[in-house]
């Protein structure tokens, strides 16, 4: 989920070329299980911003054959 929110800021304009950096996670919820094989799908938006600081909170959901299985908030600086 981290990974995806770092595409999705690299891909804002003013995020070009800087280094993410892992702040941390908040409210992640395990729905079901995820096994060898299973192929993710991973969606990640923007949440919430601290343009001054350089800092984003992004919500990210995993779906496995359309089903919820992981969501949670990722929070990452933009150095």
Known sequence: MS???Y???LSCERYAGKVPLFLGIDGVRF???IVP???VEIRAVLA???PEKAIATC????FVRGE?????DVT???R
Do not use: C, F, S
């Open 7 to 9: 595409i999705l800021l």
């Open 3 to 5: 990974q995806t929110a």
């Open 76 to 78: 990452l600086a933009m």
């Open 37 to 39: 094989g299973d192929t």
């Open 68 to 72: 919820l299985a992981a969501e949670g």
């Open 59 to 62: 919500h990210a959901q995993v």
């Open 48 to 50: 919430k911003e601290r």
């Open 31 to 33: 729905r079901r299980k």
